[in-house]
């Protein structure tokens, strides 16, 4: 039996991840397995029921659990909290550094039948297959930050950026092991030319390139990452970056896909991984069944991928997806004319019906 922590958080959170749990359950329906599924608060929902974002008794049961689905979290309602008690920064950044998350993989797959869906030109796009292992709990998302009060009346503020060899290491290794299990080519993206950090970060994969022989190295400046990502996306394989950077750099790598609503993501490391949509909770539409779940119901399968290791399970998942989408059937960010405009539950209905029966 598989135990899996149920975090909606807020907006459209609540919608999709019913969707994720359709489909796995439809999983759990052909397959024989037992998943059995805890909900617990977490973001403005919980501080509205209980008044932390991030209520112990939500912790625990991630700590209990053999991997975590989270929906998004946030919204204008809970914008003006002090800031520790916003859903960001009093839930999630802590989420990610109590489960010890310091792998986030972002992996940018285009269905052939989203070309069109995206911004981008088709021939750019086409046989797009990137994967951003992203930094998590480390660099300015978690350095002391500090205000203080300057002589002309204004204020200062401060952020620090700091990474240890060890925190650097550990990620650039896995980013290794994962070009290994893909195309051998890893991108190491930092900006080595300005930051200490990011000359840190450069050593640190000069290092342990001579490790990976099998593996082509190669080193960018995030500028220059962030216009090759649209000029020429497919000269990436596996991107490791720095986690401010790497946040940026997968909003943009999205459109690669068509939407960001097709962008899952697995943080991981830590003894209990993360599976969640790589969007927010898009708070101007939430409510009116128009979110796209298939991020989050491919987050549902990197979950049997890599915390149960159920290849065959998550590639039932993503078989559904690309059937579901050939048969044109399309959410509201993904739509163009001439599609079935479906809503966020029957788009869920339709990938539990292929699951089922494929
Ligand atoms: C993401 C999000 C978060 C981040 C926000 C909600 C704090 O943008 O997961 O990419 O910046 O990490
Ligand atoms: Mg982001």
């Not at 909770?281 to 989050?296: C, E, F, R």
């Not at 290849?311 to 044109?328: F, G, M, N, P």
């Amino acid at each position: 039996m598989y135990k899996i922590a149920v975090l909606p958080g807020d907006g459209i959170g609540i919608e999709i991840v019913p969707e994720a749990i359709k489909a796995l359950q439809a999983i759990s329906e052909r397959f024989g397995h037992e998943f059995q599924f805890t909900e617990a608060l977490i973001g403005g929902a919980a501080y509205d029921a209980v008044g932390h974002p991030l209520p112990e008794s939500t912790l625990s049961t991630c700590r209990e659990s053999d991997a975590v689905l989270l929906g998004a979290i946030g919204g204008p309602k809970w914008e003006s909290l002090p800031v520790h008690l916003r859903p960001e920064v009093g839930a999630l950044l802590p989420l990610r550094k109590e489960l010890g998350l310091y792998a986030n993989l972002r992996p940018c797959m285009l269905f052939p039948s989203l070309i069109q869906a995206s911004t981008l030109k088709e021939e750019v796009i086409t046989g797009v297959d990137l994967m951003v292992i992203r930094e998590l709990t480390g660099g300015l998302y978690f350095g002391e930050k500090s205000r203080e009060a300057t002589a002309d009346g204004g204020q200062k503020a401060t952020d620090i950026l700091s990474y240890s060899t060890y925190e650097i290491e550990r990620i650039v290794r896995f980013a290794y092991e994962t070009a290994r299990k893909r195309r051998h080519k890893l991108c190491s993206v930092d900006k080595a030319n300005v930051i200490e950090t990011s000359r840190l970060w450069r050593e640190t994969v000069t290092e342990l390139a001579k490790e990976y022989p099998d593996v082509e190295t190669s080193y960018m400046y995030v500028d220059n990452c962030s216009m090759q990502l649209i000029r020429n996306p497919r000269q990436f394989d596996v991107i490791v970056t720095e986690n401010m950077f790497g946040d940026i750099l997968t909003d943009e790598a999205s459109m690669l896909t068509g939407s960001i609503g097709m962008l899952p993501s697995a943080s991981i490391g830590g003894q209990v991984g993360v599976y969640e949509p790589s969007h927010g909770s898009a708070p101007d539409i939430a409510g009116q069944s128009k979110a796209n779940p298939l991020a989050t119901i491919l987050s549902a399968a990197m979950m049997l991928r890599y915390a149960f290791s159920l290849e065959e399970e998550a590639r039932t998942i993503e078989l559904a997806v690309l059937k579901v989408l050939e048969e044109d059937y399309r959410t509201p960010d993904l739509m163009e004319t001439g599609k079935k405009l479906v809503n966020t539950v029957q788009m869920g209905d339709l990938i539990k019906e292929r699951i089922l029966n494929s």
